[in-house]
Each structure stands twice: as C-alpha cells, then as structure tokens.
C-alpha cells in the first residue's frame, strides 16, 4: 500500500511507545491514513506509477516501450527521442542556408540565427531578446533543439504546425514580408538554381517554408544519458540523477513535463500555488495563452520542454529566472505547493542535467 | 444550315452529356472514406482522453496527437470541400463539426491542465501530514478545543476523500467547513506548523476544485455533440451521392431526349436534302429542256443565217427566170399593141402568121418554165426554213439531195461541176427538214472549198444501201482539203476556219447533232490536196407511215438536238 502506509506505521511506532490513550486516536489516524492512501491511490493516481514509486528498487527500471501511436501503454512518462529521423538532406541544408539568410527580415538585418544561436543552444541566453530595430520581443527565447517533439509551439502553445509558426515569425518576430522575401531570394541565381533542383515548382513561399520546416526537424538531441537510461542503460546516468527523476515523478513534476520532450504536450496555470511575481498580471500576462478556460485570474503557458535545460536558461516566460536550482524551487513552491529541500533540489538539478542530448553526434555542452 | 448545325450540335451535346455520365466525381467517391477515417480519429482521441481520465495514460503525447491528427485530416476534408464545387453542399455540416471539435479541443486541454493539478495536489497530501507530525504540537490538543491539529487535517482529508468520491454540495459544503477551521486555528500555531497547514489547505482546496472542475469538464464534454455533427456529414454526403446518382440518371434522361432530337434532325436534315435534290432534278431538267429548246432555236438561227448568206446566189436565181418571164411578158404585151395587130392585120402571108403563133407558143411556154423554176425554188426554201420538231416521216434521200444542190446551184454554178451516182436507196424514217439541212450544209461547205481553187471541182453525191442495211451518204469535193490537224476539229462547235464575219462555226456540230439524233453517223475524211469526203450513214427505220407525209407522231418526235 505504499508510502503512506509506512509512514503511518511509523507514526504508530512513535506514538504506541508513548500514551497509552492515545492508541486509539492513533488507529483512527491510521485509518485515515490508509482511506488516504488508498482511496488517493485507487482514485487519483496511476496505479502503475504508485507500485512502481514505492516497491520498485530505483536502479530496476525495464526498459520502456517507446510510445508510438499503436503501442500498448508505456511505463514511464518520459520517453526518449528517437535516434533516426528520415529527412531530405538537400532540404536540410537549404533550410539551414535560409535560417542564417537575413534576408528572411525584409530588411531588418534579423535572421532566424539571430535569436537562435548555436553556442546557446539554439536559444540566446537572454532573458528577452532584441528583435526589429532593436526592441525588445515580448517573451524569452525557446530552444529550437528538438522542436519538431513539440506538439504545441510557443509560450502560448497555439500554434501547431511548424510550417505555421515559420510563417508567422517571419511576419511578426522579423519584420519580413513574404513577398518581398520570394522576389528578392528569386533574383539570386544561386538560390533558384538551388530550389530548382529540389522543388518542381522552385522557389515560392510554400517551398521556402517547406525547406526552412525540414531543417528545424533535424535539430533533434538524441542520446542523452537519460534517454540511455530509458533504453535500459543502467550506469548511463548517477545514482543522484536516478533520484532526482525519482523526486521529479513523486512530486508530480512529471505530472507536466512529460512525453517524448518532458513537456511541450499541454498548458498549465502558472501559479498554482500562491502568485509569483512574474505571473503578477494575472490572466493577461503577455505571451500567456488567452480564453483557454484552464483559470480566470492566473496566466496559462504551455508547459516547456525541460532536454537541454541546463543550457537554456534563463528560465520561464520572461526569463525572471537565471540559474536551474532557482527555476526548479520556484516551480516547487509555486506548481506544487511543496517545500523541497537542497538536497531534493540538487537531486532534481542532477536529473534534468541528464536530458542534455547530443547534436550530430556531440553533447550539447561542447558545441 | 440550320438543320447541319443543329445536328452538330445535338451531337456535341449528346457527347459531352456521354462524357460527364462516364466521368466518375473522384472527390465525391472518396470523400465517405475520409469521413470514416475522420470518425475513426476521433474515436481514437476519445479514447485516448478517456485513458487520460480514468488515469491510465502515461503522458499526454498520445492524447494530444490524436487530437492533432484529427484536426489535420479535418483540414484536409475542408480543402477539398472547398476547392470542389460538387462537394460545396457540405461545407455547412463540416464548418459545425469543426466548430464542435474546437470546443472539444478546448475541453480538452482544460481537462488535461485540470488532471495534473488534481493529481500533484492529491499526491502531496501524505507528505504534508507527515510534514505536520514532525511538529509535536500537531499531536497536542488545540488550546481550547479537543482536538489536535493532526485529527483536524484527518477531518479534513476525509471531508475531502467523501467528497471527491461524491461531489455533492453537502459534502463540498464539509470540505469548506474544514478549511475553515483549519484556517482560522492557523493563527494559533507555530510559524512552521502554520506554514505546513497553509499549504495543506490550499492542496485540498485545489483537490477539491479541480475535482468540481474535472466533473464539469467529463459532462461537457459529453456535452459536445461531434457525433451529431459527423452524422449530419455523413447524411449530408449520402444525400449529395444519391443526388449525384439522380442527376445521373436525369443527364441519361436529357441524353436520351437529346438522342431522339438528334434522330428526328437527321431525318428532317435527310427529307430537306432529298427535297432539295427533288427541286434540283426538276430545276435540271427544266434547264435541260431550255437548253434543248435554246439550241434549237441556236440551230435554226444558224440555219436562217446559213439561208441569209445564200439570199444574194438565190436571188440572182430568181432573179434570172423572173427576168425572162418578164421579157415574155413584155413581147406578149407588145404583141397586143394595136401597132403590132394592124402591122399584123395588114401582113396575109400564113406561114408568117403559123411562125409568129409558134413563137408565141415558145415564149409562153419559156416564161411559164421560168415560173416553174421560181415556185420551185421557193418552195424548196420553204420547206427548208420551216421550223419544225422533227416529225418522223419517211424521207427520200435522193430527193433531199437534190432540192438541196437546187439551193446550192448558185454557190456551185461557176466553182464546180456535180456528179451524182445515185444508188436508188430506199426511204427512210427521219426529219426530212433536219436532214435537208445537214446535206444543204455539206454541199455549201464543199462548194466553199472548191471556190479557193484554181480550176473547176467536181462535187460528187452518192448514195449506196450497206450490207447493215444502213443507208451511206457521201459528199465528195476535189478542194484543198482539210489539214491533218484540223479535221478532227471541224465537228466542234464555234470551230471555223472563215474570218469573222462569214459563218458561225455552228454547222457541222449542228449536222453531227442531227445524225446522231437519227442514230447515224457522220465522219469526215480528208486528204490535202485531194480533197474531202464527208460521209453520213443513216439507219434504215423499217416502219413507214400510213401516208408518208408530216403528221405527227405523237411519241415519236426527236428533238431538235440531242440532249
């Protein structure tokens, strides 16, 4: 039955060793305890997760099923990035080639490589970045690292496709217009020549896009010592890291950041306990997700993806928060009402420096 | 034209109506395929949120791709809804499932953020009990109450436990109570121990709100009617597919009338054409008939101006007898003059009485002769001026022959000498007047020719019965002849070798026409230098008339020229 079972007998230890009248309160509290414990156990939560949180030993995890769309049910919430992805190398590099082409701004000098910098994990280690004439953007700077995992996009996870938030960054983020774009690409030779060889109908907007798209889906981190870890590699990751990812799902971290990106799947009120700072605007905070009837007064964000977080910080929607340890006991306090130790806090740290995967072939920390 | 272009027409028509029966509508066959797929996707997501519910899915990849993969293959239904026009009846049934997936999508979400809240609330519950214990006053009776802050959050978590099994208001109303309590006893603890209950109480408060929420969600969610709207779809397409059957059937229909007006044009276009093939053979024939009547009258001009150019030879012919006859006359008047009588009278010789009778005797009969001459001549020119429709009567060729070389006689008198040899042939049946002209014209052509000659020609004319019993006819001259490479010319119409002025160049076609019309034949032969024989060859019609003379047969007329 548990945990709670054994801290309920462990609180009748205590208290039987103690007054005598109060063995029966005791037993009511036992009970409780155990109604508690069960009920909370059959009703709220996962059964399997329950079993596997309190008599799985730590080091005996079975590999997990990876979840693909027909497969029976995985055993763990995180599951790792698939180790090939079938693209159209041309198409890569094209995409690559126009990423780092300012010419995508119309003029405004701002290419898609000027928030997305490689030597900061494809973020920019700001907390907010510059955007067209130097203004400052409204939200901080997400990864592109495993982009294409993300089923919803953005702080406020309303867009969908990629080819969609392509579209509109280049509008809103860069200034661009696509038809400026299209006729200034199409008189350079070298880029119709280049489009011509791979689209039959060569450089339009669809194609540019189409190309762009292709290269953010090879911007996959596979291979991270947790993923290892997930594939049945038990010394892939330290016994402080198995801890922390043990912390993470008691806690209810997992509850969140889960799936194939450890997030990047649902939104969530930020701010469920108590009103941080940075939610202080309430429902209206900007780059939060309006009219999802999830809360009337807090701001709802999509949940962010946690691979690679040791590298792009700083942290939450407008990067109020500048190192891990801080982001994690902020999200302790104010996402699941606890108060965790250090100790929890390093163990946690430990765990979610182990998401860092691996770009063609290199770890992330050596780009 | 009007019945040509509308039988193309209808023909088109009939085509493009064949065609657009043939073509099958690719959108509107496949479409109930994408709708099953799109059920099947949202079954899929049903599930999938289900699980998610009842607590049995990992994480929420799952739920959130079906979700998504339902919303792409919705996109992909109204792409081709919209860019097909046979499909443009749906667009209202699928604009309000979407409007229904949307809500769905949106419920969704709130039930998945709802779900962890739930879920991390209920799960810190144990620790923030035994957070509490490791507080001794939690154990300790309240100041003024007899309870123990320890038996309090037990209250509270069993309020809690009732009513997140059976949310109803009484038991929401105890969670309440509870919180309360322990809120206000908060104030009584100790920094720590208030820390600890403070946070308690906002775990069961989120517990218990976001159960009402959960309950609110599970119902509105069933709420949303997805299924009414896939179904008012799938009706919608069963009702296009039989309407796109029926209108099949009605474009064989108009295909079939289309096909029976088609018919009944070709039939109309076929009774016009035969009409006018109709009007066109009477309207030929008509022309035929001018034509004939025209060439006739061609003929008989040519012949009048053949006759004219003879009016100076025969009127010299007349002429001479009429001159004598009139000296006759003169003498004889003379003779009756009382000079003459009583010069007479006085004379009683007898014998010049019996000389002067005699003499008398001869000038009368001289002068009678030369009026026999004259009514000959005259009568002969009748006969051959008349116009008349070729009636068939049996005809004497030696006597055509003659009467014509009488016409001739002055034409011939000082150019050549004529020698007939005459075979006695036997009549035959034919238009004499016709015939009359063509031998009149030969015998002239002939003494035309012998004109240019140095010395006197002779013209022979004979007649001889062939073994065939056809009757031939030679004109024969002693001129210049015809040169090798005229000769086969001279039967040509508007042929002559005469300046402009003398002749038509009609008469030899006109006398080819006429043999042939009698079933004869006409053929030249010459040598230059020698001379020319035109020989004619007639067929002896066995059938004489009753009385030989003109009267008219009634079917037996050949006209004037041969058709």
């Not at chain 2, 436990?161 to 109570?177: E, H, K, R, Y």
């Not at chain 2, 002969?380 to 429709?389: A, L, V």
Request: proline share 5%; charged share 20%; hydrophobic share 40%.
């Amino acid at each position: 039955m548990g945990r709670l079972d054994q801290n309920a007998s462990t609180c009748l230890t205590k208290v039987r060793g103690g007054m005598k009248p109060l063995w029966i309160l005791s037993a009511r509290q036992f009970i409780g305890f155990s109604i508690a414990g069960g009920l909370a156990g059959c009703f709220l939560l996962p059964p399997g997760d329950f079993a596997r949180t309190a008599l799985a030993d730590e080091t005996n995890l079975s590999p997990p099923i990876e979840a693909t769309g027909t497969q029976p049910i995985t055993i763990e919430p995180i599951s790792p990035v698939p180790l090939q992805v079938e693209l159209d190398t041309k198409k890569v590099d094209l995409g690559h080639a126009l990423f780092n082409d300012s010419r995508l701004s119309s003029g405004n000098g701002l290419s898609c490589a000027s928030c997305h910098i490689p030597q900061h994990a494809l973020a920019d280690g700001r907390k907010v970045s510059t955007g067209i004439s130097g203004n400052l953007m409204v939200t901080n700077t997400l990864t592109l690292f495993n982009v294409a995992l993300n089923q919803m996009l953005g702080w406020n996870g309303q867009t969908t496709s990629l080819q969609k938030q392509a579209e509109g960054v280049v509008k809103v983020r860069m200034g661009g217009n696509w038809d400026e774009i299209v006729s200034t690409l199409r008189a350079d030779s070298g880029m119709s020549a280049a489009f011509g060889e791979i689209y039959k109908d060569g450089l339009t907007r669809d194609n540019v896009i189409n190309a762009l798209v292709e290269y953010e889906k090879s911007l996959d981190t596979p291979n991270a010592p947790f993923d290892r870890y997930l594939r049945g590699d038990q010394n892939a990751i330290s016994a402080e890291a198995k801890a922390g990812y043990q912390l993470f799902k008691d806690y209810g971290c997992a509850s969140c950041h889960q799936g194939v990106n450890v997030g990047g799947n649902m939104l969530e009120v930020f701010g469920i306990f108590g009103k941080p700072a940075a939610a202080a605007n309430g429902s209206s905070t900007p780059g939060s997700a309006k009219d999802t009837g999830i809360s009337d007064d807090r701001p709802v964000f999509r949940v962010p993806s946690l691979r690679n977080v040791q590298y792009t910080g700083p942290y939450f929607h407008d990067g109020s928060v500048s190192t891990l340890p801080e982001a994690i006991g902020f999200m302790a306090e104010y996402q699941l009402g606890r108060d965790i130790s250090q100790d929890e806090i390093s163990k946690i740290e430990a765990f979610l420096d182990s998401l860092t995967g691996e770009y063609q072939g290199k770890p992330l920390g050596h780009l | 034209m009007v019945c040509v272009a509308l039988i193309a027409a209808l023909a088109a028509g009939l085509g493009y109506l064949g065609w657009l029966i043939q073509s099958p509508n690719q959108a509107l066959t496949e479409f109930p395929n994408r709708l099953i797929e799109l059920r099947d996707l949202e079954a899929k997501w049903d599930t999938e949120i289900l699980s998610l519910q009842l607590g049995i899915a990992p994480n929420y990849d799952q739920v959130t791709r079906a979700g998504h993969d339902l919303k792409a293959k919705l996109d992909e239904m109204e792409t081709i809804a919209g860019s097909n026009q046979s499909l443009a009846p749906l667009q209202p049934a699928i604009q309000s499932y979407r409007q229904a997936l949307e809500q769905k999508a949106k419920l969704a979400e709130q039930i998945k953020a709802s779900y962890a809240m739930l879920r991390n609330a209920a799960t810190i519950l144990p620790s923030s009990i035994s957070d509490s214990l490791r507080f001794p006053e939690s154990l300790q009776p309240m100041p003024g109450l007899n309870e123990r802050p320890s038996d309090l959050m037990t209250e509270n978590i069993s309020a809690m436990m009732s009513f997140t099994i059976s949310p109803s208001p009484i038991l929401q109303n105890a969670v309440q109570d509870r919180i309360a309590r322990i809120r206000s006893l908060g104030a009584q603890m100790s920094p720590g121990l208030a820390n600890v209950l403070s946070r308690f109480r906002s775990q069961i408060e989120v517990v218990t709100r976001e159960r009402l929420q959960g309950n609110k969600l599970m119902l509105a969610l069933t709420a949303i009617q997805t299924g009414a709207a896939a179904d008012k779809i799938q009706s919608d397409l069963t009702s296009l597919e039989q309407s796109e059957v029926e209108s099949k059937r009605s474009l064989r229909d108009v295909g079939l009338v289309l096909g029976a007006l088609l018919v009944i044009s070709i039939v109309a276009l076929v009774s016009l054409l035969s009409r006018r093939f109709a009007e066109l053979y009477k309207d030929n024939r008509v022309l035929k008939q001018v034509n004939e009547n025209v060439e006739e009258q061609l003929m008989q001009s040519s012949k009048l101006s053949a006759l004219g150019q003879m009016v100076a030879g025969i009127t010299h012919e007349i002429n001479t007898p009429l001159a004598y006859v009139k000296a006759v006359f003169e003498l004889i008047k003379e003779r009756m003059t009382p000079v003459y009588q009583n010069s007479v009278a006085a004379d009683q010789d007898e014998e010049a009485e019996e000389a002067r009778r005699e003499e008398l005797q001869i000038l009368l009969d001289d002068g009678l002769h030369g009026l026999e001459e004259i009514s000959t001549l005259i009568r002969t020119m009748k006969n051959f001026s008349r116009i008349d429709k070729g009636q068939i009567e049996s005809f004497s060729i030696e006597e055509g022959i003659e009467s014509a070389l009488l016409i001739a006689r002055p034409q011939l008198k000082y150019v050549a000498d004529v020698k007939c040899e005459f075979d006695s042939v036997p009549e035959i049946m034919g238009s004499a007047s016709q015939l009359r002209q063509v031998l009149l014209n030969l015998i002239v052509n002939a003494g035309q020719a012998m004109k240019v000659m140095d010395r006197r020609g002779v013209l022979t004319m004979r007649t001889r019965l062939t073994s065939s019993d056809t009757v031939q006819i030679d004109v024969c001259d002693n001129g210049p002849g015809i040169p090798e490479d005229i000769v086969g010319k001279v039967f040509d119409p508007f042929f002559t070798t005469k300046p402009v002025g003398e002749g038509t160049g009609m008469g030899l076609s006109i006398c080819y026409r006429i043999i042939e019309n009698h079933g004869g034949t006409i053929a030249v032969s010459s040598k230059p230098g020698k001379g020319t024989i035109f020989t004619i060859t007639l067929p002896r019609k066995g059938e004489r008339g009753p009385t030989g003379d003109d009267v008219p047969r009634p079917n037996d007329g050949i006209p004037a020229v041969a058709a």
